[in-house]
């Protein structure tokens, strides 16, 4: 009982992380109907941005509360991520919309390339090892809960508040659901509809950079493969919650750590990612408008 | 836009004005953008602890390149190309005749292929022709094989297709496990790898029937990826990893052997010197010979109930079924033969290569042979060879241009950026030429005269 409330709880840390990154992917299908390929890297590009704030803060000013070198790490990530995504968008993505569903998928997978690759050729294609930032562990009940667990899960909740709290209640939010119900009737409310895609993906790319920078303090390491995995994972998170759906995505997320961590646990490790693959199609298959998704409608 | 241009006569000054603007912005996002990932590197010291490495000169030359870069579009060649779109306007569109070298493009092609082993050896020597026949030749002709293939299941029957790398695979493998256990040849097990691949595109298409479009994308990159899984951990067969090494060699129908110990060598039998050259030059053409079975099939196909079908599939699968078409078996039917292309090419991929590993099946190649595939225009065969040529072959010059160590210093690898260009280039092709490098498409099917249509007119297809 106890391995597998062990199990439960690095799930739902795995999940969290997750679900931040599968925000990013929901909100932009939603609102432009495109698979945005090149978010796990945005997700990558986040924990190396953490990675070298890291190494500027403990270089420059030695014995920083590690509160605040977090913190820090977050919101230069966070900025860093957002700029990156807001120019792809406008250069790579804008150019395209309105021409066939097929171009914008292509160069999303190139910028994902081109991303990954950037890093791999800056930043040194070797694996990035920090020392570790907290170290706390509880024991609860003879379940130990570390200190990193409890920061992931906190974080995630509190910017998800604020995000539901951004979407569901500021007139920036409800631009942003105006324009993905339809976005050529939003644009004639007066809606700025390019500005309103632009910032899902500044704030898709937000929340991917803090997912980013919690995995580099979960695993203490990054290198510029990270994005392929995760953001697939991500991405069945989406898809299992219902794909365009908020809530979805986290419980898309969590689903997905917790079957993760527990198929690891229970039955094979090496075929854990063959697990979160085979639910994806399984998903995709049955139940295609996925957990919490309205279901899409074929008009003729 | 002619309100632009008539701003653009109003005010020149205006305009210089608001390139400098730009510049400016342009300086400043690119400073943003690469100040923690060009200015600091994080390398690894003796202790193999992180330190930070600064290179501010680089990071100048980045925001000072985008800066320069943006106020030479703004100030040039945006009123350029504003101009020249009025002026195109302007002017009454003109029949041309095409070319002697566009009308005849298919023939002089195929003819400069047949000839290019023969011309590498008459220019650079048998010894070295090798890199231009193994490096390019070949490595081309694969990916011109494999992007037909998939050609037949995105291009003509518009089913987005992720994992087609895949079918290379079980080709691949089939080839590698049959012969090194059953030592049976090349010729027997190539029809063998086309028709388990084929097998493996049924079994996956199946489930994927009903799906559409991206959804039908991202369940056919999950079958790749747990195909490339299951061959990674499945280590009594497949030997995991490791992968499998020592595959035989392919012969000339079993007449000469390329064995270096084998009676019938080919070298030893024509009294050649002893080199790998032959081995790549018979290669080259077994390759050729494969991707133009490739291309006749299609061809062929396309004038067939079939291969109709298939594009009427692509353009709207409602009318498909309202007409009484089997949608079931037209979809399966381009998965099986599209993966039968796949596993043919696999195969050859295990004879060239003779060993392979789950490392060459990653996701990276079927978004390689998916981009060449649009951006040679979906169903365009000439199309998909020129970006096939341009994308590889550009991406393969990268190795070859050590020059550039004089001027970047001896520690800069071009190979380094291959992937980041292919990339980019995959971007910046796609931005300027959405509909690929041929867009436009010979019509099947035409009432009185062959007119291409271009390609906007023709849909993506829904999957």
């Known amino acids: ?300 | 836009m002619s309100n632009m241009t008539n701003k653009l006569e109003n005010a020149g000054g205006d305009l210089t004005a608001r390139a400098l603007r730009e510049a400016f912005y342009a300086g400043l996002i690119s400073l943003g953008l690469f100040f923690l990932f060009v200015g600091l590197k994080s390398d690894q010291n003796i202790l193999n602890e992180l330190i930070l490495v600064q290179r501010w000169g680089l990071l100048a030359v980045f925001v000072i390149v985008a800066a320069v870069g943006r106020f030479f579009v703004v100030a040039y060649l945006q009123p350029l190309n504003a101009r020249r779109k009025a002026s195109k306007d302007a002017a009454a569109t003109t029949e041309t005749r095409e070319g002697y070298i566009k009308r005849n493009f298919t023939v002089i092609a195929g003819v400069l292929l047949i000839l290019y082993p023969i011309l590498a050896v008459a220019l650079f020597g048998v010894q070295g022709s090798l890199k231009w026949v193994d490096n390019f030749g070949i490595q081309i002709l694969i990916y011109v094989m494999l992007a037909w293939g998939l050609n037949i299941v995105v291009g003509l029957a518009g089913l987005l297709d992720l994992g087609y790398v895949a079918f290379y695979a079980v080709g691949a493998y089939s080839y590698a496990l049959l012969s090194s256990h059953f030592g049976l040849s090349f010729w027997l097990l190539l029809p063998i790898a086309g028709l388990l691949a084929a097998c493996w595109g049924v079994v996956l298409g199946f489930p994927v029937l009903r799906l559409r479009g991206d959804y039908l994308a991202i369940v056919t990159l999950a079958f790749g990826e747990i195909i490339r899984l299951v061959l990674i951990n499945w280590t009594e067969v497949t030997k995991g990893t490791f992968g499998v090494s020592g595959i035989a060699k392919a012969s000339v129908f079993g007449i000469w052997s390329f064995d270096i110990s084998a009676p019938n060598n080919f070298a030893k039998y024509f009294d050649l010197p002893m080199s790998s050259a032959y081995y790549k030059i018979f290669l080259f053409y077994l390759i050729l010979a494969l991707a133009a079975l490739t291309a006749y099939v299609t061809i062929r196909l396309r004038r067939m109930p079939i291969g109709r079908a298939w594009e009427a599939l692509r353009e709207d699968e409602i009318a498909c079924r309202s007409l009484g078409i089997n949608t079931v078996t037209t979809k399966l039917t381009a998965f099986a033969t599209g993966a039968m292309f796949g596993g043919f090419a696999g195969s050859f991929f295990a004879v060239r290569q003779g060993f392979v590993s789950p490392e060459s099946f990653v996701f990276l190649e079927s978004a390689v042979i998916l981009a060449i595939v649009v951006l040679g225009g979906m169903g365009s065969l000439t199309g998909i060879a020129i970006a096939a040529v341009v994308m590889i072959g550009g991406t393969e010059i990268l190795r070859e241009l050590t020059f550039l160590k004089s001027i970047f210093g001896p520690d800069f690898t071009p190979e380094l950026y291959r992937m980041l260009i292919f990339g980019l280039a995959m971007v910046v092709v796609m931005v300027w030429k959405p509909r690929g490098f041929v867009g436009s498409r010979e019509p099947t099917a035409f009432l009185n005269e062959r007119k291409a249509v271009s390609g906007s007119f023709t849909k993506e297809g829904h999957g």
């Open chain 1, 1 to 300: 009982m106890q391995y597998f409330v062990q199990q439960l709880v690095n799930g739902l840390t795995l999940g969290s992380i997750y679900g931040m990154i599968a925000i990013g992917y929901t909100m932009v299908y939603g609102i432009i109907g495109m698979i945005n390929f090149a978010h796990g890297d945005i997700f990558m590009l986040g924990g190396f941005a953490a990675l070298i704030v890291f190494l500027v803060l403990t270089s420059l000013f030695a014995g920083v509360p590690v509160v605040l070198a977090l913190l820090v790490m977050m919101i230069v990530a966070m900025l860093t991520a957002a700029l990156w995504n807001w120019t792809i968008e406008k250069v790579a993505y804008r150019p395209l919309r309105g021409s066939f569903r097929l171009a914008p998928l292509i160069t999303a997978i190139g910028m994902s390339i081109a991303l990954s690759n950037f890093i791999q050729v800056t930043q040194g294609p070797r694996n990035k090892p920090i020392p570790p930032l907290v170290s706390s562990v509880y024991d609860v009940f003879g379940i130990s809960i570390s200190l990193k667990q409890i920061i992931i899960i906190a974080v995630t909740a509190i910017l998800l508040t604020i995000f539901w709290y951004i979407v569901n209640k500021t007139p920036l939010g409800r631009a942003q659901r105006a324009t993905e119900q339809d976005r050529k009737m939003a644009a004639l409310l007066g809606i700025d509809v390019d500005r309103t895609i632009s910032v899902t993906f500044i704030m898709g790319a937000a929340l991917a950079a803090v997912a980013g920078t919690m995995y580099l303090m979960y695993y203490g390491v990054v290198v510029f493969t990270d994005g392929f995995i995760p953001g697939v994972k991500a991405f069945t998170a989406a898809v299992l919650g219902g794909i365009g759906s908020l809530p979805g995505a986290v419980l898309g997320g969590l689903l997905i750590g917790l079957i993760e961590s527990l198929w690891s646990a229970y039955f094979s490790i090496d075929y854990k990612d063959v697990a979160t693959f085979s639910i994806l199609a399984i998903v995709l298959i049955f139940k295609p408008s996925g957990i919490l998704g309205r279901p899409e409608v074929e008009k003729v």
